[in-house]
């Protein structure tokens, strides 16, 4: 059987050293047939990067696509239009990847027909100490399927059996040319500011295919979890990332789930987010709650005006 060819997407923004040594990482790999796509929002690199992408751009290692707009799900539709491969593969810019990587990955689509997508397992270093790195799951519980509360079950840090699941992490992920080309499913531009839910929201519409999506723990890297740059670009703690964040997971909702499902994730959303219940475990302190409240309904709010308001993109010339 012919090996597929790859198209490794990675988007970044005002990342330096995590993101040089990320494609360090991919060039490195020993599977014979992929391209790397860079889509490079940064307005200004340090010059060591700016040396490095333009060393690796003219010596065709990597396709590089300066843009001057910051999006992680445009920047992730930009890529596809452009990529060749018969997989996407999409991570982060602050990533370490084992060898092997790539051909964990393609495996799945050449032994599986029916897999449309694969979720990769994430050695999230921020995840693995909360847990002690010591929490071990075999089979995911039936609420990692329902799609309305599905976001707090699904862990694909710390399990380790390969088996089917709703949605993917960002960082780790891989589809099948045809869910694009075929079924027209990009990514919806309109989840911002950190872009939390957009990998969510494509996954439930990718439910509209003959497709599944299958989690490999062979397909596995580790994610740095850089505090700055990514698709951070507002703090995690500032007014304006609270209220994207609750925005993202209600738009996810109103585009996707039934009415029941829907008030499922509200107030799992709220009792979590809002009143810092496990697994969120945030303050209990009154003030505390009180602002959490006011973000989730004005990110309420803004999704139903986003929502309802005609859908545009970024530029893809």
Not at 67 to 80: K, Q
Not at 156 to 183: A, D, W
């Amino acid at each position: 059987m012919a090996l597929p060819l790859i198209s490794v997407i990675i988007p970044t923004y005002e990342r330096e050293a995590p993101l040089r040594d990320s494609i360090k990482d991919v060039l490195q790999q020993d599977y014979p047939k992929f391209e790397v796509l860079v889509v490079d929002q940064t307005p200004i690199h340090e010059p060591e990067t700016q040396a490095y992408l333009e060393q690796l751009s003219a010596a065709s290692k990597i396709r590089w696509f300066r843009v001057d707009w910051a999006s992680l799900p445009a920047a992730r539709n930009y890529a596809v239009r452009r990529a060749s491969g018969d997989i996407i593969i999409f991570i982060d810019d602050d990533i370490q990847l084992p060898d092997g990587f790539l051909q964990a990955h393609a495996r799945n689509y050449q032994e599986r027909p029916e897999v449309g997508a694969v979720a990769g397992r994430v050695f999230d270093r921020m995840k693995l100490s909360d847990s002690g790195g010591s929490l071990i799951i075999e089979d995911l519980p039936p609420e990692a399927m329902d799609p309305g509360i599905a976001w707090y079950y699904i862990d694909l840090v710390h399990t380790i059996k390969p088996q089917r699941v709703l949605s993917v992490r960002g960082c780790n992920m891989s589809f099948r040319r045809e869910i694009f080309t075929e079924y027209g499913i990009f990514f919806d531009e309109r989840f911002s500011g950190s872009a939390v839910r957009e990998e969510s929201d494509f996954c439930l519409r990718l439910r509209q295919t003959r497709f599944q999506i299958w989690y490999d723990p062979a397909a596995h890297l580790i994610h740095l979890g850089e505090e700055t740059g990514g698709c951070h670009d507002i703090s995690t703690r500032s007014p304006s990332y609270q209220i994207n964040l609750y925005h993202n997971h209600f738009l996810m909702a109103f585009k996707n789930l039934t009415l029941p499902q829907q008030l499922r994730l509200f107030a799992r959303l709220f009792d979590c987010q809002v009143l810092g219940h496990p697994p969120c475990n945030k303050s209990g302190s009154p003030i505390k709650i009180f602002v959490r409240a006011n973000f989730y309904a004005i990110g309420f709010l803004k999704a139903l005006i986003t929502y309802n308001l005609k859908y545009t993109s970024f530029p893809v010339a």
